[in-house]
């Protein structure tokens, strides 16, 4: 079975641009959870979505959005591109997204500013 | 506020030797309590995870990890590195039902 996809594999921008990111759970997974994680540090939550709807959100700005569709897949906008914004985002899916359900983590987006 | 600590940034061990990744968390209610291991350029693989019962778990690879409430420690065991295993480790734990705060990691190299 396939795991979590995450496309793009890398992605350059420039400070004010937006950009988006997908991430594909794996089949039967209805929860996507969202994580930043800056060179040296641990994963930071952003988003986590079940059955559609938001459940909650770390410490981010509103510059970060997302949204789950349909078929479980994922999407995180990020708009007004910031330099600090450099970073591996990392997508995770679980079957409930409640907290006894490990996740299972894509290869992540590299995304660059310049 | 809930948080994990992992105390050491880098770890050097030699290839057959043990090794302990420390955590200790900050949590008020019963902690759901998580290893991962990140390689170079990957995602995150789960190695064990703690919810409740037998405070010593088992996870792949041949790492175990054992729960300490009164030390609010996860403390991440193997008796003996393989090579293999350098890279990142990450303690985490479950806050609020979805929330899941990471520790910063702790890196291990592993030297023939």
């Known amino acids: 079975d396939a795991g979590v996809t995450q496309s793009p594999t890398h992605l350059i921008k420039t400070r004010g641009q937006h950009v988006t990111l997908r991430c594909s759970p794996i089949?039967?997974?209805?929860?996507v959870s969202w994580y930043q994680q800056v060179l040296g540090q641990g994963p930071q939550f952003i988003f986590q979505?079940?059955?559609?709807?938001?459940?909650g959100r770390g410490n981010f700005p509103d510059r970060f959005s997302a949204r789950q569709f349909p078929n479980y897949s994922s999407e995180l906008n990020v708009n007004a591109l910031l330099l600090g914004d450099s970073a591996l985002y990392l997508c995770?899916?679980?079957?409930?997204?409640?907290?006894?359900?490990?996740?299972?983590f894509g290869d992540g987006t590299r995304l660059s500013i310049l | 506020a809930q948080s994990v600590t992992q105390p050491d940034i880098h770890i050097t061990v030699s290839e057959g030797a043990s090794l302990e990744l420390r955590c200790n968390y900050s949590?008020?209610?019963?902690?759901?309590l998580f290893w991962y291991v990140q390689s170079p350029g990957q995602g995150l693989q789960l190695l064990l995870k703690?919810?409740?019962?037998?405070?010593l778990v088992q996870g792949i690879k041949g790492f175990e990890a054992e729960f300490k409430r009164s030390q609010s420690s996860f403390n991440l065991r193997k008796p003996s590195v393989h090579w293999s295993d350098a890279a990142e480790y990450f303690c985490?734990?479950?806050?609020?039902?979805?929330?899941?705060?990471f520790g910063a990691g702790t890196r291990l190299f592993v030297k023939a």
């Open positions: 089949s039967g997974h209805k929860s």
């Open positions: 703690y919810f409740s019962g037998d405070t």
């Open positions: 995770a899916s679980s079957l409930a997204g409640t907290e006894i359900q490990p996740q299972h």
């Open positions: 985490a734990v479950v806050a609020g039902g979805f929330k899941t705060i």
């Open positions: 949590y008020g209610a019963t902690p759901y």
């Open positions: 979505y079940y059955e559609k709807e938001e459940r």
